[in-house]
């Protein structure tokens, strides 16, 4: 717990030395014009080069976003097919609380698999991201239909990058005593308010209670931080802190293991095209021994002696094929740590690589989809459990999917299935299993509402 209000501001030592590496991984992962802004924090300036010349450097400067691409291409293969989220137990109430929670898990209309892809995107980039499970503020009710008239049981979720947890600790067994969340941003209450005022926002939560502060900062004008909500918060009876992480491993965090080799890609890519720019400037050399005072433009000519000599300077290009061959290599190595070796093949198509290699590789990739889809699993689980201790329903939850990536895996599952039913084991639960993952990987896409229904069908049918 904090000592005092005062600390609410105060930076735990990781985030202290981990802040500065966040906001440079959100540039490279944007790319675009939000890095072309902050390019003089990443286009490395040679030694004493003029100010100018770094200058023009800055306005002519390019970035070849590898690393988003491939972040990005992570993300949509792994939610190609939307997670499968099963509900069993016999409170209908609470089954249609979770159909809707599921169309809409933020007060926001973002359904689950989506707020979740956007929590895997920042995982990949800071290493972990975090997800908070909230309920509206309580107000007094006699009993639980009265709490869910009022919307005070409707849990909602709010998500929340590793830039925003500033501070933490945690107790003897690895998990959240308390934390300090973070946010600010712009706002302008009426439209005839002279200008915009930047709100600052800070949410304490510990294993029973909260707190919220806020800061109003105006031009000049820095307001004091306020308490201006507090309270237990709707994980209180379970005694621990609603916050969750969506962690990867060091090996898996892809931004950390790219950027070095993204950054060095950068200033060579970006020093190669500086130097081809120049080269088709030629500058004219004189070879004669007397002294030389006359001024060269395309409006003045040149007197030269009998023996003096005229020609143009022209690099010989040896330097740009290395500098070109150094670039490819680092595209290429970029892919590989990111485990998509068959996917940055080189760019001038000089390399070949057998159906097995590829097939190998590509194994490879597959299995490090696997570990990504098994941690959003996991925490998926793990936030919706805690939704249902917090709102004391009777159901069970259990996620499923996000398993397979291959474009026509389904057909092969759908044999394999008839394969399974075919042995005659005779167990109506197998069956139902089987019917039940077959049906909601094949309509991933339809809304929570139907695939609930189906599944429940399809326990309380007679299969033969």
Known sequence: MLNSDLDIDREHPEYSARKHIWKQYQDMYVGGEQFRARAENYLVRRQKE??????????????????????????????????????????????????????????????????????????LICGRSHILVDFPKWMPAANRAEEDAKGMSRAYLVGYSAENLINWSLDEHGKYEWVVLRTSGLRKPNIEDAGWSKQTRWAYYDKENYRIYERVEKGEQR???????????????????????????????????????????????????????????????????????????????????????????????????????????????????????????????????????????FAVTQEVLRAYGDEVKETMKRVLRAVVCAREDSLNIDVSGIDEFDIGDFGAELVDAERLLAFGMNSPTLKKQVFKKLALKYLCDVRQEVKDQIAREIDSGVID
């Open 223 to 361: 307001g004091e931080i306020v308490l201006t909500a507090a309270g237990k918060h709707g994980s209180a009876k379970e005694g621990r802190v609603p916050l969750f992480d969506l962690e990867v491993s060091e090996g898996l965090w892809l931004m950390n293991r790219a950027a070095s080799l993204q950054m060095e890609h950068f200033n060579k890519s970006n020093s190669l095209s500086w130097a081809l720019t120049m080269g088709l400037y030629t500058m004219p050399v004189i070879y004669s021994d007397r002294e030389w005072n006359q001024i060269l433009g395309e409006s003045y000519y040149v007197q030269l002696g009998p023996n003096d000599r005229f020609g143009w300077t022209e690099p010989e290009g040896k330097v740009f094929q290395i500098a070109t061959d150094n670039l490819i290599r680092l595209q290429e190595e970029i892919y590989r740590v990111s485990y998509l070796a068959h996917a940055g093949g080189s760019v001038s198509g000089g390399r070949t690589q057998s159906g097995v290699s590829k097939q190998r590789d």
């Open 50 to 123: 003029p100010h100018e010349v770094y200058g023009e450097r800055l306005l002519r400067v390019f970035y070849e976003n590898y690393v988003g691409s491939i972040i990005d291409w992570y993300t949509a293969t792994l939610f190609r097919r939307e997670p499968n989220v099963a509900f069993e137990g016999p409170d209908d109430r609470s089954r249609q609380f979770f159909v809707q929670f599921a169309d809409d898990c933020d007060l926001k209309g973002t359904n689950l698999a989506e707020f979740f892809r956007e929590r895997f995107i920042d995982a």
